[in-house]
């Protein structure tokens, strides 16, 4: 399982990425992501690369009770946030449009949308979704490299579990700029050090 970016790191990511390498243009084509079968089967998490994005605290999730099952628009599939924490999805710029959610456990769950671009923080929009169906966010975030979903409140109301987990289907997204081939390397070595950064505070907060 991936950590999630801290809002924190942001900044750490936007200056590694401008510094790095120059962007290739992605041949622009909005895409909707429906997740069948998008699951790995030694992690669970939505496979890397699958829509042309980077996924972090993501799973794939099948046909299941409450808003894992209410929650599907096509298919037999949804994504949802591990554990009930914080997700992303990231990539060098791309465009997010919209995206059908619903809360897997709980009714008045609140779901809260930040997108930013070079570690500045563009969009910041929240929703009430709930476990009875899918509720269509219009997101319309444009030019943003890393988006991420946090949840929290909400009151159970499906037996046999319970958290702040969200169900997401047919998320609509365009991938509009990649790293050019020979910044693959670096731009991996990035969202890596998102991820070491992520473990040191929380070793330091334990400690």
């Known amino acids: 399982m991936k950590t999630v970016p801290s809002a924190m790191s942001l900044r750490l990511l936007g200056a590694l990425l401008i510094?790095?390498?120059?962007?290739?243009?992605?041949?622009?084509?909005?895409?909707?992501?429906?997740?069948?079968?998008?699951?790995?089967?030694?992690?669970?998490?939505?496979?890397?690369?699958?829509?042309?994005?980077?996924?972090?605290?993501?799973?794939?999730?099948?046909?299941?009770?409450?808003?894992?099952?209410?929650?599907?628009?096509?298919?037999?599939?949804?994504?949802?946030?591990?554990?009930?924490t914080a997700a992303a999805i990231a990539q060098m710029e791309f465009n997010l449009y919209d995206g059908y959610f619903t809360g897997a456990w709980r009714d008045g769950l609140e779901l809260e949308v930040l997108g930013y671009k070079d570690g500045v923080q563009l969009y910041d929009t929240s929703w009430i979704i709930n476990s009875t169906g899918p509720t269509l966010?219009?997101?319309?975030?444009?030019?943003?490299?890393?988006?991420?979903?946090?949840?929290?409140?909400?009151?159970?109301?499906?037996?046999?579990?319970?958290?702040?987990?969200?169900?997401?289907?047919n998320l609509r997204l365009e991938v509009t700029k990649t790293p050019i081939p020979a910044a693959l390397p670096l731009f991996a070595t990035a969202l890596g050090g998102l991820a070491f950064a992520a473990r040191r505070r929380r070793a330091q907060a334990v400690s």
């Open 19 to 84: 510094g790095c390498f120059l962007g290739a243009p992605a041949v622009a084509s909005p895409i909707t992501l429906d997740f069948e079968n998008q699951r790995d089967v030694m992690t669970g998490q939505v496979p890397d690369g699958y829509g042309g994005v980077h996924w972090y605290n993501l799973g794939g999730h099948p046909d299941y009770i409450g808003g894992y099952h209410n929650g599907i628009v096509s298919g037999s599939w949804t994504a949802y946030n591990f554990g009930g």
């Open 137 to 169: 966010l219009s997101l319309n975030y444009t030019g943003v490299d890393l988006v991420r979903f946090i949840t929290s409140g909400g009151s159970n109301v499906v037996g046999g579990g319970d958290g702040t987990q969200f169900a997401m289907d």
